[in-house]
């Protein structure tokens, strides 16, 4: 008989969710949580802004320097870059700079909003082909610093999905709300993702996914609505950076969701969505192989697309209607 458990705790700058359908005992699925959260926060440790003895805030007090990596930074930075090739530069891992001068310089977890951290505020922004990714080395340009953003998340969130054992039939793992999941749940019918609705921040609507055999497949939302506040000059800010301007991003669209194969290309496409705008961001995000969206603008409407060739159903419905 299929189970259902889940855990949830702090991680990675949110609340991390990890759910598992299994036929196993208990301590089996508690073991196997057990190597979830390790590589959860093992990542955390070793790539987060927040953390100043972190591989990543470590690189880039080196600007400018030739410098050893570990395997698992070459292949996020790799990921970096094809991002950004895959945006065309909307996503840009060098945007920390601007996004610490508009007002993102310390965490949103609670408890660690008053900690130090490195200032990075009156570096350059450079194009992210100014990255240089040897085989055990990298280099950044003098006066420049990464941040990896939502490619990081999305990165470890198809991390953690690509070696489930046999013996978890479902699995749903939301990474501060990018979701990735596969499998099927205790009834063995296709996960169901809610979304926030820009009008009722606090009222979710359905989104149905069915992909073809129970694929694994990534449910990515990404808007001004969370990351945001008003700086030292009393200037309302978000941490959707448009690199064109280096500034929050002014256009119509307050959220954007965006459905996936995988959880970076989800991420990352969602949130160059947002800068992109209501106008020509369906075509956008369909010319990059997304599958189903919903793009919700700062006046309530709404562009809802999805190609039910590939067999996805796409179920809008206001649940507090």
């Known amino acids: 008989m299929l189970s259902q458990y889940h855990q949830t705790k702090k991680a990675v700058g949110s609340d991390v969710t990890l759910v598992l359908v299994a ?85 949103f977890l609670p408890g660690h909003e ?24 990298a280099k950044i340009p003098f006066n420049t610093s990464l941040d990896m953003g939502g490619c990081g998340k999305g990165y470890l969130a198809d991390q953690l999905a690509s070696d489930i054992p046999d013996f978890i039939k479902g699995f749903w793992f939301s990474l501060g709300g990018d979701i990735i999941a596969g499998g099927h749940n205790e009834l063995n019918k296709p996960w169901t993702v809610h979304i926030a609705d820009t009008i009722n921040l606090e009222g979710q609507r359905p989104f149905v996914f069915q992909p073809n055999n129970f694929d694994t497949f990534a449910v990515a939302t990404s808007g001004t609505t969370i990351r945001r506040g008003v700086n030292a000059k009393n200037t309302k800010w978000h941490h959707i950076i448009d690199p064109r301007t280096q500034q929050p991003s002014t256009s119509d669209l307050r959220l954007a969701s965006v459905y996936s194969k995988n959880a970076i290309n989800a991420d990352v496409l969602a949130s160059s969505a947002i800068i992109v705008g209501s106008s020509d961001a369906k075509e956008f995000l369909e010319k990059r192989g997304v599958q189903a969206g919903l793009l919700q603008q700062t006046s309530g409407k709404e562009i809802a697309f999805g190609n039910t060739l590939q067999s996805i159903v796409l179920k809008k419905e206001r649940s507090h209607s």
Do not use: C
């Not at 003895?53 to 600007?63: H, I, T, W």
């Not at 900690?115 to 990714?133: F, G, K």
């Open 114 to 137: 008053d900690e130090t951290h490195d200032d990075y505020s009156n570096r350059n922004v450079v194009l992210a082909d100014q990255l240089e990714v040897g085989d055990d080395w």
């Open 23 to 107: 036929d196993e005992t208990e301590t089996r699925v508690d073991d196997f949580f057990n190597e979830l959260w390790s590589q959860i926060y093992k990542f955390e440790r070793r790539f987060s802004r927040f953390i100043p003895a972190s591989e990543l805030s470590l690189f880039n007090r080196s600007g400018g320097k030739q410098t050893a990596i570990s395997p698992s930074f070459r292949k996020l930075l790799l990921a970096s870059k094809s991002m950004s090739e895959l945006t065309n530069g909307l996503y840009n891992p060098f945007i920390l700079p601007a996004l610490q001068r508009a007002g993102y310089t310390h965490s």
